[in-house]
């Protein structure tokens, strides 16, 4: 009907090629538009002006000879003031743009651990060869997205364990810190405990030798005409007994074998009494 009345429709985000006898006349802009085919004008097609988007999977070699299959997503657009480039100079904008990306990733300068770390710098290189490819053309590129990099199965498997012995030695390093930690922790635990220790002992032979002291010093004057050698041999056979009655108070107590008789008391009163003597000396 639009024929028939001389008058065309051009949707929104789209251009259409008007033609007179054969060659460009116009590029019509949404909206109704006048087009008398009787004086020879005629409709040669519509135009997108959307954006646009092709998935590229194509493969590529890396700095360190492996090959990796590589998917860029490239979205274009058809400029609206170069509409007529973009309708006549290409007949297949989607296979030279698949072209153009080809060659750019024919032979990449990066390694392997690189590409995946740098491929937004991969994109960037790509986009600005085809936005100057492509913009003769009439075309825009508004954006290129490396999606996916996908080297061999075998490069993969030897990446995955590279990245496992490495977390491996990670972990062993980490489990060594703790043992070590553990074991300084204990030892210093340890010398504490053994310098505690040696305070309580010195601080009970303090005690024992304070309450001799006092006791030697009681019993001499409430008894008078006794020397300090008879209150010290007195001490000396209390302890012993209390000893005997300990040693034999315990169910649990290996059997010890002690000389005992009057002679022998004398005797371990002389032997304590030469022991201290000799350790005054000493000091």
Known sequence: MGNLFCCIQ????TAAIKERFGKLDE???PGCHCLPWFLGSQLAGHLTLRVQQLDVKCETKTKDNVFVNVVASIQYRAIANKASDAFYKLSNTKNQ???YVFDGMYDMHHFLDDVFE???????AVEDELEKAMSAYGFAIV???IIDIEPDEHVKRSMNEINAAA???????????????IQIKRAEGE???????????ARQRQAIVDGLRESVMGFSENVPGTTAKDILDMVLVTQYFD?????????KSPAVFIPHGPGAISDIATQIREGLLQASAVN
Request: proline share 0%; glycine share 6%.
């Open 10 to 13: 051009v949707e929104q985000s």
């Open 27 to 29: 590029v019509l802009q």
């Open 243 to 251: 000893t005997l009655k300990e040693i034999g108070s315990t169910s």
């Open 143 to 145: 954006q290129t997205l």
């Open 97 to 99: 743009i698949q072209a």
């Open 167 to 181: 977390r491996l030695r990670v972990a062993a390093n980490e489990k060594a810190e703790a043992q070590k930690i």
């Open 118 to 124: 740098q491929k937004n710098d991969i994109a960037r």
């Open 191 to 201: 010398a504490e405990s053994k310098y505690l220790a040696g305070v309580g002992i």
